[in-house]
């Protein structure tokens, strides 16, 4: 299976809506690695890898977030997978 990596910022009102929670929940199910956290111009960037086709997943899912969430805008690039298997984690710094 082809692994993929991409690292996302989602711009919106992101911040104070759990959007960590939610995604960090999303991306277990999902069996991806990677970190997310808020960023201090009120985005949220996250890191992703795994299974192409659930990074693709997990992309789509940002374009939404949760239901408090109002998504503005998902920039996302990609990177050169590292073989990382940790466990999804909320980054706070």
């Known amino acids: 299976?082809?692994?993929k990596r991409v690292v996302a910022r989602v711009e919106g009102l992101v911040q104070g809506v759990y959007f960590r929670d939610y995604a960090q929940k999303e991306a277990r199910a999902l069996?991806?690695?990677g970190w997310v956290r808020n960023r201090p111009d009120g985005s949220v960037?996250?890191?992703l890898e795994g299974?192409?086709?659930k990074v693709e997943?997990?992309?789509a899912w940002l374009h939404t977030g949760p239901p408090?969430?109002?998504v503005q805008e998902v920039q996302v690039?990609?990177?050169q997978p590292l073989n990382d298997k940790t466990a999804f984690?909320?980054?706070y710094n």
């Open 1 to 3: 299976m082809a692994r």
């Open 31 to 33: 069996a991806l690695s």
């Open 45 to 47: 960037e996250a890191v």
């Open 51 to 53: 299974e192409a086709e």
């Open 57 to 59: 997943a997990m992309i």
């Open 68 to 70: 408090q969430a109002e």
């Open 77 to 79: 690039t990609e990177e």
């Open 89 to 91: 984690a909320i980054r």
